[in-house]
């Protein structure tokens, strides 16, 4: 380990070296973006389709069976999921997570656009969504009011809107909660067939008088001129004015005929906050960006416009997550002093100059982990400082064992120098090979599939590079410090904590490992009945991939029957509304009815508009994440049994998008046998305990009027049948013939051509429809059609291109999805399906597999690295058995925590026991790279063995006591994403440094490696 002695000879370039990163490690902590959660970007794409009037079934043949056929021919498609109701028809392509995103995004573009001119002409919209976790709104805020017209309410928050626009680091600033302006032509059919003015022809006359087509350009000598032509509408006046009709030197203008007046779209978003009518801002900001400069930049804008609000109006911030963010860091701030005093704590025994070296090593590897983190692209998030502090237990191990080996050889009667050299020199390769095992036990996390591994990627890196900077930390600038600080006449036996410390091993440990060298086979046995009886615990914690969400905040979501209105939708919000009143605990509540929230969390999507869903989203003040628990429990009894609707309250949770923890997946081609199917399903999950909240989208039919029209007849009377399929559209919904602009910089406005009605239509517009034939009478349409009432599949599903349904379900507080789970399963394995049907398990099933699947090939790797990395450091194969032998014993401390602390074995909990089998094999190296050197002075094997035992008892017992004291804040905080983690590697430190120091001496007895006997070499220390 030259490298030591290079850095105690030139101690200057060290230093200046170390005084680079550090100042690049406080850079990268200033400017480092910053968020909640880590920026995760997936090739997932939303194509969602917009067709009014369509039914279920007619969507699926007119659209989405043509456009699944040219997707599903695309390269790399991992999955294609439609959701398929009246009018609308939404597409989820996933492509295979390592496709690159932008150029699939470009692949949809191109295809979706080349499948338009075979797609039928008179679609609404079809628009295509991207996916990625900035999306999530940084801001949302109200804008209340209970007399300002939506019009000023509209005219306020646009005028908001335009002044956040101008911010750079914000994207997606929308308002949501007010009708659409519109122009609404309203035609008079009596007065249009006494003009024998046929209906198609007023809407040509619209459509032709609204074209703005360039003349081109002239020249005339040297100059040139643009031309221009009629143009678009300026003002709702000319649209009256339009001529609809000329003949025999008669005009007919659109007034003469219709009534055209301004107004506005039918609701079908409704907001509110606090129960108070409003209107929704959300803004979210830019990919890596910091949300603290973001916020910055915002509030001034905010804090101006409120100023200019008028008496009638008040404005509401009531999600602001810059605020979350900076609650969440300051705990975290928090959490770093607790653990780093904890550490200063566990490192007494060495004396105060030797720990004040080691805590000199913590900020230069910080510093310098962060540096690499910001070099690679990471940000700072609570997943990454999770890592940080998780690397503070272990980054002061590597200059802990070197720092108390220079103090042994210090206390031998080298000099400061000397031994700060030799020490190293002795252990080097030791910490080598510990650092090189802790990186490798880390490396699944980082090369982890899906979405799940881009998620805690971050966490695993922030170890990785704080580590390995503390690698090199241990090796340069600690003995560098060591040769300066530490004192050379010190006391043989140490300080009054180590000799304290020495006095409990000798007394308690060495007489154990004695009696444990005896009786190697007894060691071996009762060691073995703990680690098998640990394993039956796995079975008592269950298994739950991701925990719920320990934020102050959930959501409640109503659905009424398919047919209901928004007003009686309404009726049910205002219900609930009263009811939250009721709870101190909540701060905010935002009313959403005919639409989802807008988007406010990670993983959760809002869903599309509807008329029969309402969604609130509701903000604590600050509970605890069982507080919270309490709460939603209460209101689930509350909400459980109201009439006509459904009504849930669900948390929200951490990991990849998720439709339900429990999803039962089942195809099958007829509609009707599927709803059957599926009904019999709903039913079996319902009676399976510990489920709530059974949904199958399919066991209610909804039922539709069908106008049956009388093909034959309508031919004979020259009447096209999209003649009568359009006069139906103009009558019910209205025709959107186009489109103008009231004033330079204002939004376009649509003008909707429809016949006179009240706010919604009913049964009497088909008494009045009129139909013109191809000579231009006018034909009433009762005389070419039936109109009856029908049921029909409200909603139909693919999946690759196969119908399917899904039932799902919710779990109970108490539960553990996979034992639910587990016991569904069970009973629809015995169930009769029909002959083409199945069931395929989705949801937490689902995504345990993506998360998980092909990690075995990278802990293959991992393990069969850790066996490289101890053969090439100890020559031999027994060395390296004995090593890894310790990796069981941190298992039975880790599932004994998880079981006395009522947590389930989760996914951060699984990263945790990666993590520790790095750090026990650490401190297994330490042990047995010491007993090979003492049987190379040629100490008997086992007088080497006890020791060795005794003499790295202290290094070893520092290092995971350090470990322990870094994680005790995370453990504490009881934050059910990280918790389990620091749970689990502090009971599995705890179990494996007590039984490792007796297990790894004894296997060392029983498969005694090979060494040659070297004698006493120059420099050697004497035995303690």
């Given at each position: 380990?030259?490298i030591?002695?290079?850095?105690?000879?030139?101690y200057?370039?060290?230093?200046?070296?170390?005084a680079l990163?550090?100042?690049?490690?406080?850079?990268?902590?200033?400017n480092?973006?910053?968020?909640e959660?880590?920026e995760?970007?997936?090739?997932?794409?939303?194509?969602v389709?917009?067709?009014?009037?369509?039914?279920?079934?007619d969507?699926?043949?007119?659209v989405?069976?043509?456009?699944e056929?040219r997707i599903?021919?695309?390269?790399?498609i991992?999955?294609?999921?439609?959701s398929i109701n009246?009018?609308?028809?939404?597409f989820?392509?996933d492509?295979?997570?390592?496709?690159?995103?932008?150029e699939?995004?470009q692949e949809i573009?191109r295809?979706?656009?080349?499948?338009?001119?075979e797609?039928?002409?008179?679609?609404?919209?079809i628009?295509?969504?991207?996916?990625?976790?900035t999306d999530?709104n940084?801001l949302q805020?109200?804008?209340?009011s209970?007399t300002?017209?939506?019009r000023e309410?509209?005219?306020?928050?646009?005028?908001l809107e335009?002044?956040?626009?101008?911010?750079?680091?914000?994207k997606k600033?929308?308002?949501?909660?007010?009708?659409?302006?519109?122009?609404?032509?309203?035609?008079?059919?009596?007065?249009l067939?006494q003009?024998?003015?046929?209906?198609?022809?007023v809407?040509?006359?619209?459509q032709?008088?609204?074209?703005?087509?360039?003349?081109?350009?002239?020249?005339v000598?040297t100059r040139?001129f643009n031309i221009k032509?009629s143009?678009?509408y300026?003002d709702?006046?000319?649209?009256r004015?339009?001529?609809?009709?000329?003949?025999?030197g008669?005009?007919?203008?659109?007034?003469?005929v219709?009534?055209?007046e301004s107004?506005?779209e039918?609701?079908?978003h409704?907001?509110?906050?606090?129960?108070?009518r409003?209107?929704?801002?959300?803004?979210s900001?830019?990919?890596?960006?910091n949300?603290?400069k973001?916020?910055?930049?915002?509030?001034?804008?905010?804090d101006e416009?409120?100023?200019?609000?008028?008496?009638t109006?008040?404005?509401?911030r009531n999600?602001?997550q810059?605020k979350s963010?900076?609650k969440?860091?300051s705990?975290?701030?928090?959490d770093?002093?607790?653990?780093?005093l904890?550490?200063a704590i566990?490192l007494?025994?060495?004396?105060?100059r030797?720990?004040?070296?080691?805590m000199i090593?913590?900020?230069?590897?910080i510093?310098t982990?962060l540096?690499?983190?910001?070099?690679?692209g990471?940000t700072?998030?609570?997943?990454?400082i999770?890592g940080?502090?998780?690397?503070?237990?272990?980054l002061v191990?590597?200059?802990?064992?070197v720092?108390?080996?220079?103090?042994?050889y210090?206390r031998?009667?080298?000099g400061k120098?000397?031994?700060?050299?030799?020490?190293?020199?002795q252990?080097?390769?030791?910490?080598?090979g510990?650092?090189?095992?802790?990186?490798?036990?880390?490396?699944?996390?980082?090369?982890?599939?899906?979405?799940?591994?881009?998620?805690?990627?971050?966490l695993?890196m922030?170890v990785?590079?704080t580590?390995?900077a503390s690698?090199f930390?241990?090796?340069?600038?600690?003995?560098?410090?060591a040769?300066r600080?530490?004192?050379?006449?010190?006391?043989s036996?140490?300080?009054?904590?180590?000799?304290?410390?020495?006095?409990l091993?000798h007394?308690?440990?060495t007489?154990l490992?004695?009696?444990?060298?005896?009786?190697?086979?007894a060691?071996?046995?009762?060691?073995?009945?703990l680690?098998i009886?640990s394993?039956?615990?796995?079975?008592?914690?269950g298994?739950?991939?991701f925990?719920k969400?320990?934020k102050?905040?959930?959501l409640?979501?109503?659905?009424?029957?398919?047919?209901t209105?928004?007003?009686e939708t309404?009726?049910i919000?205002?219900?609930?509304?009263?009811?939250l009143?009721?709870?101190k605990?909540?701060?905010?509540f935002?009313?959403?009815?005919?639409?989802g929230?807008?988007?406010i969390?990670y993983?959760?999507i809002?869903?599309?508009?509807?008329?029969n869903?309402v969604?609130?989203?509701?903000?604590?003040k600050?509970?605890?994440t069982?507080q919270?628990?309490?709460l939603?429990?209460?209101l689930?009894?509350k909400?459980?049994f109201y009439?006509?609707?459904?009504?849930?309250?669900?948390?929200?949770e951490?990991g990849p998008p998720?439709?339900?923890?429990?999803?039962?997946r089942?195809?099958?081609?007829?509609?009707?046998?599927?709803?059957?199917?599926?009904?019999k399903?709903e039913?079996?999950?319902k009676?399976?305990?510990?489920?709530i909240?059974?949904?199958?989208?399919?066991?209610?039919?909804?039922?539709?009027?069908?106008?049956?029209i009388n093909?034959?007849?309508?031919?004979?009377?020259?009447v096209a049948?999209?003649?009568i399929d359009?006069a139906?559209r103009?009558?019910?919904?209205?025709?959107?013939v186009?489109?103008?602009?009231?004033?330079e910089?204002?939004d376009?406005?649509?003008?909707?051509?429809?016949?006179?009605?009240?706010?919604y239509s009913d049964?009497?517009?088909?008494?009045?429809?009129?139909?013109?034939?191809?000579?231009?009478?006018?034909?009433p349409?009762?005389?070419?059609a039936?109109?009856?009432?029908?049921?029909?599949?409200?909603?139909i599903?693919h999946?690759?291109?196969?119908?399917f349904?899904?039932v799902t379900?919710f779990v109970?507080?108490?539960?553990?999805?996979?034992?639910?789970?587990?016991?569904?399963?069970?009973k629809?394995d015995?169930f009769?399906f029909?002959?083409?049907?199945y069931?395929?398990?989705?949801?937490?099933?689902?995504?345990?597999?993506?998360s998980?699947g092909?990690?075995?090939?990278?802990?293959?790797i991992?393990?069969f690295?850790?066996?490289?990395?101890?053969?090439?450091?100890?020559?031999n194969?027994?060395?390296?058995l004995?090593?890894?032998?310790?990796?069981p014993l941190?298992?039975?401390?880790?599932?004994?925590?998880?079981?006395l602390?009522?947590?389930?074995?989760?996914?951060?909990?699984?990263?945790?026991?990666i993590?520790?089998?790095?750090?026990?094999?650490k401190?297994?190296?330490?042990l047995?790279?010491?007993?090979?050197?003492?049987?190379?002075?040629?100490v008997e094997?086992?007088?080497?063995?006890?020791?060795?035992g005794?003499?790295?008892?202290?290094p070893i017992v520092?290092t995971?006591?350090?470990a322990?004291?870094?994680?005790?804040?995370?453990?504490?905080?009881?934050?059910?994403?990280?918790?389990?983690?620091?749970?689990?590697?502090?009971?599995?430190?705890i179990?494996?440094?007590?039984l490792?120091?007796l297990?790894?001496?004894v296997?060392?007895?029983?498969l005694p490696?090979?060494?040659?006997?070297?004698?006493e070499?120059p420099?050697?220390?004497?035995?303690e």
């Amino acid at each position: 380990m030259r490298i030591a002695e290079f850095s105690v000879k030139n101690y200057q370039f060290t230093l200046i070296m170390f005084a680079l990163v550090l100042a690049m490690g406080l850079n990268s902590l200033i400017n480092m973006p910053r968020g909640e959660d880590p920026e995760t970007d997936q090739p997932s794409f939303s194509i969602v389709v917009v067709y009014p009037g369509t039914s279920p079934e007619d969507m699926e043949k007119l659209v989405v069976d043509p456009m699944e056929k040219r997707i599903n021919e695309l390269d790399d498609i991992k999955r294609l999921t439609t959701s398929i109701n009246d009018g609308l028809a939404v597409f989820r392509v996933d492509y295979k997570h390592e496709s690159d995103k932008d150029e699939k995004y470009q692949e949809i573009i191109r295809e979706t656009d080349a499948l338009r001119k075979e797609l039928p002409q008179d679609i609404y919209s079809i628009t295509i969504q991207r996916f990625s976790s900035t999306d999530v709104n940084i801001l949302q805020l109200a804008l209340m009011s209970e007399t300002a017209s939506y019009r000023e309410l509209q005219d306020k928050v646009e005028t908001l809107e335009e002044r956040l626009e101008k911010i750079k680091s914000l994207k997606k600033i929308e308002s949501f909660g007010f009708p659409e302006q519109e122009v609404k032509v309203s035609l008079n059919l009596e007065k249009l067939a006494q003009n024998r003015i046929p209906v198609n022809a007023v809407l040509g006359a619209l459509q032709s008088e609204n074209v703005n087509i360039p003349g081109g350009r002239i020249q005339v000598n040297t100059r040139n001129f643009n031309i221009k032509t009629s143009g678009e509408y300026k003002d709702i006046e000319e649209i009256r004015n339009t001529i609809v009709y000329s003949a025999n030197g008669k005009i007919v203008y659109l007034k003469d005929v219709a009534q055209v007046e301004s107004g506005y779209e039918n609701e079908s978003h409704i907001t509110r906050l606090n129960g108070h009518r409003a209107v929704l801002l959300t803004a979210s900001q830019k990919e890596g960006q910091n949300i603290f400069k973001v916020d910055d930049a915002i509030t001034p804008v905010l804090d101006e416009f409120e100023k200019e609000l008028p008496a009638t109006m008040k404005m509401v911030r009531n999600f602001e997550q810059a605020k979350s963010v900076e609650k969440r860091l300051s705990r975290f701030a928090k959490d770093f002093i607790i653990a780093i005093l904890l550490v200063a704590i566990t490192l007494l025994p060495l004396g105060t100059r030797a720990a004040i070296v080691v805590m000199i090593s913590i900020p230069l590897s910080i510093f310098t982990g962060l540096f690499l983190l910001d070099s690679f692209g990471f940000t700072i998030n609570q997943l990454s400082i999770v890592g940080l502090i998780v690397a503070l237990g272990i980054l002061v191990d590597d200059s802990i064992v070197v720092i108390e080996n220079i103090e042994r050889y210090l206390r031998a009667g080298k000099g400061k120098r000397e031994a700060s050299i030799e020490a190293t020199k002795q252990i080097g390769l030791a910490v080598l090979g510990c650092t090189a095992t802790l990186i490798l036990a880390f490396l699944p996390l980082v090369f982890l599939p899906e979405a799940a591994g881009d998620f805690i990627r971050s966490l695993p890196m922030a170890v990785i590079f704080t580590v390995l900077a503390s690698l090199f930390v241990s090796l340069t600038i600690v003995p560098f410090l060591a040769s300066r600080i530490l004192k050379t006449h010190v006391s043989s036996e140490g300080n009054i904590f180590l000799r304290a410390l020495k006095k409990l091993i000798h007394g308690t440990y060495t007489r154990l490992l004695h009696w444990c060298l005896r009786h190697p086979w007894a060691t071996l046995g009762f060691t073995l009945v703990l680690f098998i009886a640990s394993l039956g615990l796995f079975k008592v914690v269950g298994f739950s991939l991701f925990p719920k969400s320990e934020k102050p905040q959930f959501l409640i979501n109503i659905e009424t029957p398919s047919s209901t209105s928004i007003y009686e939708t309404d009726r049910i919000a205002r219900y609930v509304e009263e009811e939250l009143k009721k709870e101190k605990e909540i701060s905010y509540f935002t009313s959403n009815v005919g639409k989802g929230n807008p988007r406010i969390y990670y993983n959760v999507i809002g869903r599309s508009e509807s008329s029969n869903i309402v969604q609130f989203f509701v903000q604590l003040k600050g509970l605890t994440t069982e507080q919270k628990t309490k709460l939603i429990d209460k209101l689930r009894d509350k909400f459980m049994f109201y009439p006509n609707a459904k009504i849930e309250v669900k948390d929200f949770e951490q990991g990849p998008p998720l439709e339900a923890p429990i999803a039962m997946r089942i195809f099958g081609e007829n509609l009707d046998t599927l709803r059957s199917v599926s009904m019999k399903i709903e039913e079996i999950i319902k009676k399976t305990e510990g489920t709530i909240y059974v949904n199958n989208p399919l066991s209610n039919q909804q039922t539709d009027l069908h106008v049956k029209i009388n093909k034959e007849k309508a031919g004979q009377l020259g009447v096209a049948i999209s003649d009568i399929d359009r006069a139906i559209r103009l009558g019910v919904a209205g025709l959107n013939v186009g489109k103008f602009t009231p004033g330079e910089g204002e939004d376009e406005i649509n003008i909707n051509v429809t016949l006179p009605k009240k706010k919604y239509s009913d049964l009497n517009v088909f008494n009045t429809l009129q139909v013109n034939s191809i000579n231009g009478q006018a034909i009433p349409l009762r005389q070419l059609a039936v109109v009856e009432f029908e049921t029909s599949p409200n909603l139909i599903r693919h999946y690759d291109k196969n119908r399917f349904a899904t039932v799902t379900s919710f779990v109970k507080s108490g539960y553990l999805y996979e034992n639910v789970t587990n016991d569904v399963i069970k009973k629809l394995d015995a169930f009769p399906f029909p002959k083409g049907y199945y069931y395929v398990a989705a949801g937490e099933v689902e995504n345990k597999q993506e998360s998980f699947g092909g990690l075995s090939t990278i802990i293959l790797i991992t393990v069969f690295g850790f066996i490289a990395v101890l053969v090439l450091e100890f020559g031999n194969f027994k060395s390296t058995l004995i090593v890894l032998s310790v990796i069981p014993l941190g298992v039975i401390g880790a599932v004994t925590m998880l079981f006395l602390t009522g947590n389930p074995l989760s996914f951060v909990a699984v990263v945790g026991l990666i993590a520790l089998a790095g750090i026990e094999v650490k401190n297994s190296i330490l042990l047995v790279d010491f007993t090979h050197q003492l049987r190379e002075r040629g100490v008997e094997l086992n007088e080497a063995i006890e020791k060795a035992g005794e003499i790295r008892f202290v290094p070893i017992v520092l290092t995971s006591l350090t470990a322990i004291g870094g994680l005790i804040p995370l453990a504490i905080e009881g934050n059910p994403l990280y918790s389990p983690l620091a749970l689990v590697i502090i009971g599995g430190l705890i179990s494996s440094t007590l039984l490792s120091r007796l297990v790894t001496p004894v296997m060392y007895k029983l498969l005694p490696p090979k060494v040659e006997v070297l004698g006493e070499k120059p420099g050697d220390i004497p035995l303690e």
